[in-house]
């Protein structure tokens, strides 16, 4: 084997190191985003399901109240006195609630949830008047959620009220 041949052999080599260095790169940061996607989704799978389970519930905790001034005052919205999460009975049961939950056993998502009286004219504005208007924030956290401002996903849903008037 002659000088000639073995620089090609050298150079072949190298060529191929070159690809499979650049092949490994792309698949580690294919893997990295389908990770990140992955959080992502299953951060927005958590919102969505405490969303899903305020809307199983009555807007206001007085069942008869059908105009604003008989809802619950701005500043009493939360858990009524021993009531406890799961078994809350109406949409600002949520305000305040906070859990760590852990998904799929191994990531921590911190669930903050929020619900205020807005207005129609403006539900990102919170009011103390009450009306027939309450939007729940969901903010979901975890460390996992780098590609995010503070590491937190948010999720908004406005809540109204109907009255269906029965002769």
Known sequence: ???????????????????TLSLNRYMVQDQ????QSEHVLNAMAIAQQYI???EATRFDEDKAATIP???????NLGP?????YPYFDDVDDFDGFSIVDT?????????????????LANPDVVTSTRTYFKRMVVQVSS???????????????LFTYH?????
């Open 1 to 19: 084997m002659g000088k000639s041949e073995l620089i090609l052999v050298l150079g072949g080599l190298m060529l191929l190191s070159t690809f």
């Open 163 to 167: 009255y269906f008037y029965n002769e």
């Open 103 to 119: 998904l799929a056993g191994y990531i921590p998502y911190t669930i903050n949830i929020s619900v205020k009286y807005v207005t």
């Open 80 to 84: 009524d006195s021993g009531e406890q």
């Open 143 to 157: 460390p996992y959620l780098s590609e995010f401002p503070s590491n937190t996903i948010e999720l908004k849903k």
């Open 69 to 75: 001034s008989s809802f619950t005052y701005a500043n």
């Open 32 to 35: 990295s985003t389908l990770y």
């Open 52 to 54: 899903e389970k305020a």
